[in-house]
């Protein structure tokens, strides 16, 4: 079994109502069950606003616009940082018909794989990113958000 101790630090009051440490914790830990090889060690998640990820988009990406989630991977015992955007993430939420605690899951999951070394950027990369994350949201009673984005 995996042991992941996750420090959650909020740095927007947008995101005060919307029970972000369970879906976090349970995201990660639905993430943790699916991967091959077990994983302990630390993660820390920031959840900012949407000016504060466009920040380090630009400067770690060289995109100059916010991004919904952004992973720093680290070396054991630390796992990395995953950092969540609160207006991208709404705004998404909102675009797909999904609940915003959905979205955030999908989210969480998403940067945790890239914490551990999954990446898309080949067609074949990106499909088993996106089985790992489809398998993990079911964990968590939540469909499949690829295909909610086609219906949309």
């Not at 990660?28 to 959840?47: F, K, T, Y």
């Not at 380090?56 to 054991?76: C, E, Q």
Request: with cysteine; aromatic share 6%.
């Amino acid at each position: 079994m995996s042991v992941i101790r996750i420090e959650i630090s909020i740095r927007s009051d947008d995101w005060m109502d919307c029970n972000l440490e369970h879906i976090v914790t349970r995201a990660v830990e639905a993430a943790a069950a699916i991967v091959p090889d077990m994983v302990n060690g630390e993660l820390s998640v920031a959840c900012v606003d949407d000016t504060y990820t466009q920040k380090l988009n630009r400067d770690y990406r060289g995109k100059d616009k916010p991004a919904n989630v952004l992973s720093f991977p680290s070396t054991p015992p630390l796992l990395g940082d995953i950092v969540l955007a609160y207006g991208v993430t709404e705004a998404g939420s909102d675009e797909r018909g999904i609940a915003f605690s959905d979205h955030l899951a999908h989210l969480t999951v998403h940067g945790f794989l890239h914490l551990l070394g999954y990446d898309h950027q080949t067609d074949e990369e990106a499909a088993n990113m996106e089985a790992l994350e489809v398998r993990a949201l079911a964990k968590l009673d939540i469909d499949n958000p690829y295909i909610i984005s086609e219906r949309n």
